[in-house]
């Protein structure tokens, strides 16, 4: 960072972190060359949530950070309150930060009286005083749209794809789509690593939450490594079914890459006693519980990637640059 930045960092920037996760907190803050902010939080008896910051937030440029974790609804009413003290307080521009964006799986309707929750959560903190978002690998591109101002949407792939660089033969390697609505992404993973696209097909029960049909593998994976890339793990079943259809269908090994590891159990359990799956491989975007820790996992940092997108911002310089 250039002296000018230091000089501007100092009177302007201002990170300000909430309770979930407070690890990825003090590693932004350590990439920046900056302090989390001062903040006290606390519950009331009756559950409702108290934030006062500590040091005067007038005129700066606020940066609020917070991934959605479990309990998620208590985090987001967290991250929803500060964003209302800095707005009250005077800051002049309010970046909301949440490296995991809660509610984003339910961003349209599949029937008849179902919610868009993904739009609902856009719209709670644009009400709150939100000037910006950044998240990292939503659910879906779309949920940008539903955020009536920029959205910074930065990508975990190049964390992920230079660890797989070092750790496999990319020449034997094939990338796998978990289903149609991860190919998009699947396709700048080939582009990265220079390897062939797979795809597997699944049918989901609707009245059924985290539970799959039918599996069927479209492409070539008899005797190759394959690389299974998703934006999120939580369970674990689908993504333990998958890789046994893979090593069904002739694969090699199964190398299972996620940007966010959230892990509900019996996640744990599915991934670390599949025979199928040779290692699992997340950002900490969440934080993982040291009992959800197990022998296949490999945890990647993301600090460096947020902190260089909120210097870009802070800067008005270029996020889109960090992925080209």
Known sequence: ????????????????????????????????????????AYDFANGEIFVRFEESVRGCDAFVLQTHTAPINKWIMEQLIMVDALKRASAKR???????????????????????????????????????????????????????????????????????KKSVDVSRATVVSPDAGRVRVAEKWTDVLGAPLAIIH???????????????????????????????????????????????????????????????PPARERLQNSEAITKVVVTDTLPIAKENHFDKLVVLPSAPLIAQAIREVFVEGSVTRLFD
Do not use: W
């Open 202 to 264: 699944k049918r989901r029960d609707p009245d059924v939450p985290n539970q799959v049909k039918m599996f069927e593998v479209v492409g070539d994976v008899q005797d190759r490594i394959c690389i299974i890339v998703d934006d999120m793990i939580d369970t674990g079943g689908t993504i333990a079914t998958a890789a046994q259809t893979l090593k069904d269908n002739g694969a090699a090994a199964v190398i299972v890459t996620a940007t966010h590891g959230i892990f509900s």
């Open 94 to 164: 309010i970046t909301v930060i949440a490296p995991f964006f809660g509610y984003a799986r339910q961003d349209k309707k599949h029937r008849g009286r179902e919610p868009i929750t993904a739009r609902l959560m856009a719209d709670m903190f644009k009400a709150a005083g939100a000037h910006r978002l950044m998240a990292v690998d939503l659910h879906t591109s779309q949920i940008q749209g539903f955020f009536d101002g920029p959205v910074d949407h930065l990508f975990a792939l190049p964390i992920l794809a230079d660890y797989i």
């Open 1 to 40: 960072m250039s002296t000018g930045l230091e000089a501007q960092t100092r009177k302007k920037l201002m990170l300000f972190a909430g309770r979930s996760h407070p690890e990825l907190a003090a590693a932004v803050a350590a990439e920046l060359g900056i302090e989390v902010v001062p903040t006290t």
